[in-house]
């Protein structure tokens, strides 16, 4: 008797062929390009400052972004020289984003965005000046350098051609990276160039930045690395957290007297300490970014419940520190824009991260890593 052959039940095959396609559209096609978005969720990405609501995946598979708060989410890959393939439109005139390229691992001090080499995303409606276009801008920002092409006697490089197309249609873009070498062609033609870009190798980054603007078809061809000076690279991931989402308090209590400002929080005279729901006791790193005003005081970190007052004369008014902690067992290393602060050798076991102001002043970055 011939064996009749073996036929799956309809759900396990159509299971066994979606199983197939999956795995296939994580490869890489004929032309070597791989894709940075699986159409459904944030996987191989990393939300820098942004809170759970900014970024989605719609239907289709297009990534949706609020807008709200400004921020940004970074790759967890370096990439040094690369080819990025990616379509975006903004679904409300005027809305502002952004590419970023060759990026640190969180943000720069008193920023909400990541030192590194921004490709502009703008709709055509935001407008345009002497210091600025709508048509694919390049240029440095919070501590990265590059050289233009097409400049005005700055960083920034300028589109030779005016390419984009207003909202909500798709606008494609092809970036291309090597050496620190930069190029940008806008629906189909290379239009703006830059170069000695420093770093050279790092993360890239989505921006939220008010518009409501959404990303497709977004993929890259890695491009074979070259010898590269270590301090053309930029800082890799540490292991940081966000505290705050940049709309509210979530994680925190006792909020009395503060307010969410978008990536910024402030605190007003005779607020309330803000701590922390989760404690830490491990070994951790932490920071957070203060500009203090002529009112602010004495400002105190609570770190594991023990108050550690903060040096006013360390604390320029209307200018934003950069605070940094270092816990190991019981003992705290400070440092406040990269000089140590202060050092404590008797911290509790245990306990939360806290601020406590003493005046009215404004807060950001918070982040936290325990590895």
Same mark, same amino acid.
């Given at each position: 008797?011939?064996? $009749? ?11 066994? @062929? ?7 559209? $994580? ?37 949706h972004c609020t807008g709200k708060p400004i921020g ?48 502009? @995303? $703008? ?12 048509? %694919? ?39 291309? =990276? ?15 160039? %830059? ?9 890239? =980054? ?9 990303? /497709? ?24 957290? =966000? ?54 005081? /004495?400002?105190?970190?609570?770190? /594991?419940?023990? /108050? ?9 008014? %209307? ?31 245990? %306990? ?20």
């Amino acid at each position: 008797m011939i064996p $009749l052959p073996r036929v799956l039940p309809l759900s396990l095959a159509l299971a066994a @062929v979606l199983s197939v396609l999956v795995t296939d559209s $994580l490869r890489a096609d004929e032309d070597g390009f791989v894709p940075l978005f699986n159409g459904r969720d944030l996987e191989g990405w990393v939300v820098v400052n942004t809170a759970p609501s900014t970024w989605s995946f719609t239907e289709e598979g297009y990534l949706h972004c609020t807008g709200k708060p400004i921020g940004e989410i970074r790759t967890e890959r370096m990439y040094q020289n690369f080819i990025l393939e990616v379509e975006w439109r903004f679904l409300v005139p005027k809305g502002n984003s952004g590419i970023f390229v060759w990026a640190d691992d969180i943000t720069a001090k008193g920023q909400p965005f990541i030192r590194g080499i921004e490709v502009q @995303v $703008l709709e055509n409606a935001y407008g345009q000046s002497e210091r600025h276009t709508t048509h %694919g801008d390049i240029f440095p920002i919070h501590g990265a350098t590059m050289t233009p092409e097409n400049g005005r006697g700055g960083s920034r490089a300028f589109p030779t051609e005016e390419r984009s197309r207003p909202s909500p249609e798709w606008n494609h873009y092809r970036i291309e =990276c090597r050496d620190g070498e930069i190029s940008l062609a806008v629906n189909g033609k290379v239009v703006t160039r %830059g170069r000695d870009g420093i770093p050279r190798k790092g993360y890239l =980054c989505l921006e939220s930045e008010g518009g409501v603007v959404q990303y /497709r078809n977004a993929r890259i061809k890695e491009l074979p690395d070259t010898p590269i000076d270590p301090a053309h690279v930029a800082i890799a991931d540490r292991g940081f957290r =966000c505290l705050y989402t940049g709309l509210d308090f979530s994680g925190w209590r006792d909020a009395a007297g503060w307010q969410p400002r978008d990536w910024e929080f402030v605190n007003a005279a005779g607020a309330d300490a803000l701590e922390t729901e989760e404690s830490f006791g491990s070994d951790f790193r932490f920071i957070v970014d203060l500009k203090p005003e002529e009112e602010s005081g /004495r400002p105190a970190l609570s770190v /594991r419940g023990r /108050r550690v007052p903060l040096d006013p004369e360390r604390l320029r008014p %209307g200018a934003y520190h950069r605070i940094e902690g270092t816990v190991t067992g019981r003992r705290l290393v400070l440092e406040i824009d990269g000089e140590t602060a202060a050092e404590i050798d008797d911290l509790p076991e245990s %306990g939360p991260l806290g601020i406590a102001p003493d005046g009215p002043a404004t807060w950001a970055n918070p982040y936290v890593s325990t590895r």
